[in-house]
């Protein structure tokens, strides 16, 4: 046993590493254990049962010792902790601290908090207020850096200021203008000029989102969870700085993090960009009619803000790089394109801005845009009152201090790896929402993640996050809802033989009347012949595609099969319904086009 001696901790091991259990995904047992002790500092010394002549025999009598044949084998001060899983959950529950604390026969630094949240946005808030409810002292820093154009915003995060909420609102009321057209033929007479009010729109959701930043601010409160309109940098392992808006700054310790500082819109790195355009961030908040507006990107957030505008009436252009709506389903990508060119969108595809130059002040203002081809040398140039740039956006941690305490991230988009734990490599700093790598990028998920958390921190559960099977929706004017895969990817991964996709067209039946777009909506499933015929896409493009969507992404979560969905009664008469009556697959080269309900 003197072999053992573990001067103060220490972890014995054996065996080869790739034989060793993992506790995830992520690094192998005894790596996770040994960068928990560097991450809070403590000295250790580690026997590498793999790696000396005596090992066996020592793992022998460590096992007589301690009931225990995996390693890591971890002692604190001669009392036996356990395995990886032991070591973590004592981490966890204080235990750890205590007999390290204990051993040195010193106090151990006491933490402010047992838990920072750096980031009040969709997943800060769901874990703090969780973390809280389960009885923890908790501080949540939310900070919101102004746009170039000085726009800022209250507490809440991207979704409820500059996101899903004004968003859906603004779709909302481009839909209303519509239902307003369809309205004289269901025998609606006005004699009043139709015509939309931005500023009335504006404020009035401005004042919705106020109402929220208020609520929020409550509900932390009414929780006790420390809020503070702060920027929040880590300076040491447990450290935060945090610096308020007036450059005050103060310093909090915790034992532990987590990072939710979500993502903020990228800017084209062209002459005038910065300086005369505006982004997602300014739009919903600006404080006059954008005018004729040219839209760069062909993102979803892209789609959307065209689609709305367009429906309000303005003169809208979209400049499309490559591809619509890159990540989903092409197919629908295009189609949900097709009905927007039909309603008053512009696109010019295969073309990039290389410059905006400013021709006239105002509220709107005229720019001129001059953009090139991506296939050739040819150069075009318009004038619009508005430049809104929609080309993705950046994760924001590079001025969080992660280099200082020794936090991974893709150097390349600054997004943090994780384990399935939303673990990151330095083991009491956690990541959630959408500055994660390869994750889902929106609000339930944010919210989700922070929630289960919170409890597996601090609630003895040990329930993950679901990333799999994700349904979202994409409110352009005709909405185009989703879950699981796209076909390109289900070809990719289970072969062209291997699936099956079924289609159809579809007509509201509140279309009918107005006599609006018939054959634009659609709807598909791709199955797997495999596995059941399991559905393992769902798509479908027509109104309310979010709420279709949703109830059939909870079917998937069951696994749902075709035969399962034929199964089904439908509920008559719905859009939703022509999931349970598809009978159409494409290979069959069967007309999917309707004529009637
Ligand atoms: P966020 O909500 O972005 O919150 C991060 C917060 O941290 C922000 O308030 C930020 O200012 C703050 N912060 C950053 N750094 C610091 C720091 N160092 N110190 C203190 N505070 C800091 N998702 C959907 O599910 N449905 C939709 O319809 C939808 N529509 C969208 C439309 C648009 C235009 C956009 C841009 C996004 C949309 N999303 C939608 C995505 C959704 O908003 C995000 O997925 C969600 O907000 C992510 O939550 P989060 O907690 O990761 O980050
Ligand atoms: P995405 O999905 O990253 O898309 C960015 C869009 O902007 C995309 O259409 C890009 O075209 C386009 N883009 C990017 N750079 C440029 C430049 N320099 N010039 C013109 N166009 C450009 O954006 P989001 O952040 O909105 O989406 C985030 C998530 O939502 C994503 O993970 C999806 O799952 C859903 P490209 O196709 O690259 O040619």
């Known amino acids: 046993m003197a072999q053992l001696g573990p001067p103060r901790y220490g972890f014995h091991a054996f065996a080869p590493a790739k034989a060793w259990p993992r506790r995830s995904a992520g690094p192998a047992d005894r790596s996770e254990v040994k960068d928990l002790f560097h991450s809070l500092g403590v000295e250790y010394s580690a026997l590498e049962l793999d790696k000396i002549d005596d090992g066996p025999s020592i793992q022998e009598v460590l096992l007589e010792l301690t009931s225990q044949r995996t390693v890591p084998n971890v002692f604190i001060n001669g009392n036996h902790v356990g395995g990886c899983d032991q070591t973590f959950q004592a981490y966890h529950n204080g235990t750890l601290q205590k007999l390290l604390r204990d051993g040195k026969g010193e106090e151990m630094e006491s933490y402010d908090y047992d838990l920072i949240v750096i980031g009040g946005g969709s997943g800060g808030l769901a874990c703090s207020k969780e973390a809280a409810t389960l009885g923890k002292k908790v501080m949540v820093l939310d900070y919101v850096v102004p746009t170039p154009l000085g726009t800022t915003w209250g507490l809440g995060g991207t979704c ?43 404020e009035a959701i401005q004042n919705y989102i106020g109402s929220l930043n208020w609520g929020y601010r409550v509900a932390l409160r009414e929780k006790s969870v420390t809020y503070l309109n702060a920027y929040g940098e880590f300076i040491g392992p447990h450290k935060i700085k945090a610096t308020n808006r007036k450059g005050q700054e103060t310093f909090y310790t915790a034992q532990a993090f987590v990072i939710a500082t979500g993502e903020r819109p990228r800017y084209l790195g062209i002459p005038g960009d910065k300086e005369y355009c505006i982004t997602s961030d300014d739009l919903f908040s600006l404080p006059y009619c954008p005018g004729r507006t040219l839209i760069v990107g062909a993102s979803y957030v892209a789609l959307e803000c065209a689609g709305f505008l367009a429906g309000l009436g ?8 490559s591809i619509l709506l890159r990540g989903f389903d092409q197919e629908m990508a295009e189609k949900a394109g097709a009905y927007m060119e039909t309603h008053g969108v512009k696109f010019i595809r295969k073309f990039v801005p290389i410059e905006v130059i400013k021709l006239e002040d105002g509220m709107p203002g005229k720019l001129k845009v001059i953009a090139k081809s991506t296939e050739g040398s040819q150069m075009i140039e318009g004038e619009y009152n508005t430049v809104l740039i929609a080309v993705g ?4 941690t590079n001025t969080i201090g992660l280099d200082k305490i020794g936090v991974k991230m893709n150097e390349k988009n600054g997004k943090i790896p994780v384990n399935d734990e939303e673990q990151t490599n330095v083991p009491h700093v956690y990541a959630i929402g959408d500055i994660l790598e390869g994750k889902p990028e929106l609000t339930p998920v944010a919210i989700q993640a922070g929630r289960l958390l919170a409890r597996r921190l601090f609630g003895g559960s040990s329930v993950k996050c679901d990333y799999i099977n994700v349904p979202t929706t994409v409110f352009t004017p005709l909405e185009y809802g989703c879950c699981g895969l796209p076909e390109e990817q289900a070809i990719e991964q289970f072969g062209q033989e291997n699936i099956e996709v079924y289609h159809t067209f579809f007509w509201p039946l509140e279309w009918t009347v107005p006599n609006r777009d018939n054959n634009t909506c659609y709807a598909k499933i791709i199955c797997s012949k495999l596995n059941n015929n399991q559905v393992i896409g769902l798509h479908v493009l027509g109104p309310n595609a979010g709420e279709i969507t949703q109830g059939f992404g909870a079917a998937m979560k069951c696994g749902i099969t075709k035969e399962l969905l034929d199964e089904t009664i439908g509920i008559h008469p719905t859009c939703a319904e022509v999931f349970t009556t598809m009978e159409i697959t494409r290979s069959s080269g069967q007309d999917i086009t309707q004529s009637g309900c």
């Open 160 to 202: 409820v200021n500059v996101g899903c909420i004004p968003k859906k609102l603004m779709h909302q009321a481009a839909l209303l203008g519509q239902a307003l057209q369809d309205s004289r033929k269901f025998g609606w007479e006005y004699d009043q000029q139709v015509k939309h009010n931005w500023e009335t729109m504006t």
């Open 314 to 321: 303005l003169d809208v252009t979209v400049m499309v790089r």
């Open 393 to 396: 956006r950046d994760a924001c």
